[in-house]
């Protein structure tokens, strides 16, 4: 570091990056120019082991605070947050590559406050089991120790704060690992919150999935809460098992969305669009392939078409951009094969699918493949960026079963008039949340899981605080 965090100015984004900068340390390149964003320093096995150390430390003293003042702590915390909003949102913009505008950088940093300020709000009693007279049992929460967290590269600081903010609340100490794509925007985060909590409490080791492993299969950590893919969450399950650390995987999707045909196609476009394209369509629940019934089909892809026609995308800092680079080489690599696939398999681009050769950073054009078969690898497999297959069915049924016929289930949606048949489309979808009329809409208040190999373990809501506690019961 250059400049001590206490000392740095933490409400503009130059005073962020002198604070969490490491000069000597790997640059950052912004994914929408190239230009070099900042360095950020290298953890090793080593900061593993000392970032854990501490955390043990100061975790019997956070822990023996009462619950309230830790809440206090949380709000101080969104507080701080508030304050440097638009300098995190800058940083986040140009090293993760999302806009300050849309449902992207000012939109993360609006949920890292609000996810904070809602953990703090949560009430986790004591929940009395048998009262009659005889026997009193109880069920408490207590916490578990020290958690690890791993997060992965798209939305950085809000995921960080989803996975330490219920921690802290239920008395851990946090030690996260970063992706290697944007440490800089969670430490800059870890800096801006630690302004309101004692040392140690929260502390952030960057590094690459080996710094990540040394976390995840160190001795000193009770607690795993993982954030990535379904290949690392798998790597990760197996090293735990030697420690039986608890865990909770949050992995990858391959969402379904299914419009029913009592849909009004027009005023349903801006949401199916969002659904999908949030942050450029790297987002864990987003919408990655639309099940359109024959009769609205041309309907509903021409009014993609057009919500697509008024999204702009481009450089992050300038205001009018709604969509985005991709973050990183391997991801733009990700998506351009899968649309070839799709071309290559006799799909009809609808938009998009020719990205130009010569650009600075990586942009992929807004793309929309109709007339694409339900095995064609765009469908299959997750693009994870801006490229929607649409899929015409004819029989419900089909397209329930192909729904659910991947291995991974995080989200799904249903879209129609009609609530009531949508519920029912609903219950029978395989997945840990299914919107109806929205997709991808996470609310603090409520929890979120996968099923399958989208993992397991819920975040949000009360639900989430006992996923980072352990129960304890006592009776007499
Ligand atoms: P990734 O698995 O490649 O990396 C995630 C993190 O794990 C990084 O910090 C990485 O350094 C670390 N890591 C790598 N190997 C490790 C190991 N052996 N042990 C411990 N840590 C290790 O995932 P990614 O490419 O960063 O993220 C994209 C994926 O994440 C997509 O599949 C997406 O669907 C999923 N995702 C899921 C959610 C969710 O809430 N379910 C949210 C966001 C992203």
Request: aromatic share 6%; net charge negative.
């Amino acid at each position: 570091m250059t400049t001590d965090a206490t000392t740095a100015d933490l409400t503009t984004t130059a005073g962020l990056l002198s604070a969490i900068e490491y000069p000597a340390g790997r640059e950052i390149l912004d994914p929408a120019t190239g230009e070099v964003v900042g360095r950020t320093r290298e953890g090793s096995a080593a900061d593993i082991d000392s970032a854990v150390a501490s955390a043990r430390e100061a975790q019997t003293a956070w822990a023996a605070r009462p619950i309230a003042e830790r809440s206090d702590l949380l709000n101080k915390a969104a507080d701080a947050v508030e304050a440097s909003a638009e300098a995190l949102a800058e940083l986040l913009s140009r090293e993760q590559g999302k806009p300050l505008n849309g449902p992207n950088a000012r939109f993360e940093v609006g949920a890292c406050s609000a996810w904070l300020r809602a953990n703090a709000a949560f009430e986790l009693e004591p929940e009395i089991l048998v009262d009659d007279g005889e026997t009193h049992a109880e069920l408490r929460y207590d916490p578990v120790g020290v958690v690890g967290a791993v997060g992965p590269w798209n939305w950085p600081m809000m995921i960080s704060v989803w996975q330490f903010a219920p921690s802290l609340k239920m008395g851990n100490t946090v030690v996260l690992k970063p992706s290697e794509y944007t440490p800089l925007s969670v430490q800059a985060l870890v800096a801006v919150v630690n302004q309101a909590l004692p040392a140690d409490v929260l502390s952030v080791v960057p590094g690459d999935g080996a710094v990540g492993a040394a976390l995840t299969s160190h001795d000193g950590v009770d607690k795993i809460m993982f954030t990535g893919s379904t290949k690392t969450g798998q790597a990760i399950m197996r090293t735990a098992a030697d420690k039986l650390a608890r865990i909770t995987l949050e992995l990858g999707g391959n969402d379904a969305g299914i419009v029913l045909e009592d849909a009004d196609p027009k005023a349903i476009a801006g949401d199916l669009f969002w659904g999908a394209f949030i942050n450029t369509g790297q987002t864990c629940a987003a919408m990655k392939r639309l099940y359109v019934p024959e009769s609205l089909y041309d309907q509903v892809c021409e009014a993609l078409v057009e919500v697509a026609g008024q999204s702009p995308m481009g450089v992050g800092l300038e205001e009018e951009n709604v969509l985005g680079p991709l973050q990183n080489k391997q991801q733009y690599d990700i998506v351009a094969r899968l649309v070839d696939a799709a071309k290559n398999g006799g799909a009809r681009v609808l938009m998009g699918g020719d990205p130009a050769a010569d650009q600075p950073g990586y942009f992929y054009p807004t793309t929309l493949v109709a007339d694409i078969d339900n095995d064609n690898p765009l469908v299959a497999e997750e693009q994870f960026g801006p490229a929607l297959p649409i899929i015409k069915y004819t029989d419900l049924e089909q397209a329930i079963e192909w729904a659910n016929e991947l291995e991974v289930g995080l989200g799904s949606s249903v879209w129609g008039t009609d609530i009531e048949e949508c519920k029912k489309v609903a219950a029978r979808l395989q997945a840990g949340s299914t919107w109806i009329n929205k997709h991808g809409a996470v609310d603090p208040r409520v929890p979120f899981g996968g099923v399958k190999k989208s993992g397991f373990g819920l975040e949000f809501g009360v639900e989430g605080l006992k996923h980072v506690s352990v129960p304890h019961v006592i009776s007499w």
